[in-house]
DNA sequence: CCACGGCCTGATTC
DNA sequence: AGAATCAGGCCGT
């Protein structure tokens, strides 16, 4: 158990749009909690709070994650993205300058992409709510214990954590048969067979493709992990609902196997296919046309 | 390369 | 009420 009953405070300054609630609430990330506008959550490993103020964010953390804070929190929510330029491109479609309107600030997120795999691994075949109760009972069940102030959270566990739990283990974590593929990817990240921040540095196909090598990982699961870890904005997870938005929406109606619907997302969206993807799939999802 | 059934679980629907 | 159905798919045949 690590505390620290000293704890750091900063404002971080922002000048780019961010919706905290909506960016951590949109099914990107299933670990962040919220008491009274105050989330708490890791980033780069190290706990935190956040509150948004006028102009930016106020953020707590250790003392020990102190000096770099500033700059994981940018890091963190991609403040390096232009959203509005982003916008601007993306809004030559009537229905994307809406859904842009009504989601404004609406990021993508630069996460761990360790645990990140592991949440989409147990995403399939799933819902939110429950994927985020499957992140909570593996580290509640199987992490460190991190005090901060009066707020305490579990950190993700290690992949050698994971992987000495085993199957069994994570069955009664009710992850059902994805504790299969959960316990396998562990065994391979903890004995050095992948290393999934490494992946930053490969081309999207090159990553994708070792993605995909892991068990219980596809194209789907992979193009998640690509675009909301390892820096992939031409990656588009194409779910169901996604699926949907781009064959009624634009495609007549005509139904297309996953890399061809890809590749037709790049050709229509170029470069922010990811953020395209991220926008329709909130407005398929809330039902709109 | 594509089609299909099976798979854990929990909430919702019928 | 108890049985189907569905939920941000993947794997094996």
Known sequence: MSTSSITHRVEVPIDQPLDLPLTLESGQAFRWHEVDGVWSGFIAGGLVTLERLDGGLAVECSTDAAPGISDAVHRYFRMDDDLPAIYEHLSKDERLTDVIQQHWGLRILRQDPWECLIAFICSQNSNIPRIAQMQESLANELGETVTMGDIKRMAFPTPDVLASAGEDVLRKLALGYRAKYVAKTAEIVASGGLTPHALRDKSYEDAKAELMALPGVGAKVADCVLLF???????????????????????????????????????????????????????RRQGQG
Do not use: C, M, S
């Open 229 to 283: 870890a390892l820096d992939k904005l031409e990656a588009v997870p194409i779910d169901r609902w996604v699926r949907r938005a781009f064959e009624e929406w634009y495609l007549d109606g005509e139904e297309l196997p996953y890399n061809e619907l890809l590749a037709w997302a790049h050709k229509t969206f170029g470069a922010n296919a990811g953020y395209a993807q991220q926008y329709l799939f909130f407005r």
